[in-house]
């Protein structure tokens, strides 16, 4: 009983460390992440791909308000994975380094040092009693200098580089399948390519337009765009991903 009672008081501190180094909050943290719906991003040597499963939950829901995606800066797109409201106080958190870097230096930030600005935040949350960690994980990608970069944050605080990349569920799949098919001299068009067979993958090798989620980062332009509806069906129809059943069967 005693060493229960101790294991319990570990998993409620999220400044205690449990005798083995671990800090069950945050663990806990990325098992919230693991729970939400998959995004992906692929980096390519046109630009950078951001694709995200936004299943909708009933067909009374309005799909344009179900956010994955969002624009951080001109050259940064995010995309999340986890608890939405998380997700759009780092993405607050994102728009106002941008925005401060912007007007402090006179040139868009870094990629890498946004990243690195949003995640030195999210450690902050692994160290302060009376807080919890962000359960969420952000996906960021954007060009610096004309380089694609994409970089993953975790809940634990820590920044990782990708060349492609899913958060998420299916996570282990997805990156199987990421690996498996990446190809380092694919163009723009190749990488959304991927970033939408490996969500079809997982979802029985069709998608729906309304509930998925795509933008790019164009290397030349050095802009973030983002995918309206009728595009989206478009590229699933070229590829032959379309799912051209009925709404309400592919929701259950």
């Not at 991003?41 to 694709?51: H, I, S």
């Not at 624009?71 to 986890?82: C, F, N, Q, T, Y």
């Amino acid at each position: 009983m005693q060493g229960q009672a101790q294991q319990q008081a570990y998993d409620r501190g999220i400044t205690i460390f449990s005798p083995d180094g671990r800090l069950y909050q945050v663990e806990y943290a990325r098992e919230a992440v693991k729970r939400g719906t998959a995004s992906i991003g692929v980096r390519t040597n046109d630009g950078v791909v951001l694709a995200v499963d936004k299943r909708v939950p009933s067909p009374l829901l309005e799909d344009s308000s179900v956010e994955k995606i969002h624009k951080a800066d001109d050259h940064v797109g995010i995309a999340s994975a986890g608890h939405v409201a998380d997700a759009r106080q780092l993405i607050d958190f994102a728009r106002r380094q941008s925005q401060v870097n912007q007007l402090r230096y006179g040139e868009p930030i870094g990629v890498e040092t946004l990243t690195k600005e949003v995640t030195d935040h999210i450690q902050q949350y692994t160290q302060v009693g009376g807080a919890r960690p962000f359960g969420v994980a952000l996906i960021v990608g954007g060009i610096d200098n004309g380089e694609p970069r994409l970089f993953e944050t975790d809940p634990s605080g820590t920044p990782y580089e990708w060349k492609a990349l899913a958060v998420g569920a299916d996570r282990g799949e997805l990156q199987n399948y990421l690996e498996e098919n990446y190809d380092d001299e694919a163009d723009l068009d190749g990488g959304i390519q991927l970033a939408l067979d490996a969500l079809a993958s997982v979802n029985d090798g069709s998608l729906l337009p309304n509930e998925v989620g795509l933008a790019t980062v164009d290397a030349e332009t050095e802009t973030f765009e983002q995918f309206d509806r009728d595009r989206i069906e478009d590229y699933l129809e070229e590829n032959d991903l379309l799912d051209t059943g009925d709404d309400e069967t592919a929701d259950e």
